[in-house]
């Protein structure tokens, strides 16, 4: 697992915050459509970048503990 200090200087969560922070200057220069879709843009493509990472994680670890089992499945029985 990831510390926070890791997770906050991520190139994922420094380009979010920079889409983020575009968003908001968009909405406070009167572009409020245009800040809110970059400001959901960019935490909705945070999300999934994240999720994609957990995923693979998820799989690595799984067949990991599949392959355990079964290299010890005779010592088990």
């Known amino acids: 697992m990831k510390t926070l200090k ?8 420094l380009v979010a915050a920079a889409g983020i922070a ?3 200057a968009l ?6 459509t245009e800040g809110v879709a ?3 843009a960019s935490v909705i493509g945070y999300l999934a970048a994240e999720g994609y990472i957990d995923a693979k994680a998820v799989k690595a670890t ?3 503990a599949l392959n355990a089992v079964e290299e010890n499945e005779d010592t088990i029985l």
Do not use: H, N, P, Y
């Not at 909405?27 to 409020?32: Q, R």
């Open 38 to 40: 970059a400001v959901i």
């Open 6 to 13: 890791e997770k906050l200087t991520s190139r994922k969560f």
């Open 62 to 64: 799984a067949e990991a």
């Open 22 to 24: 575009s968003g908001i």
């Open 27 to 32: 909405i406070v220069s009167g572009s409020t």
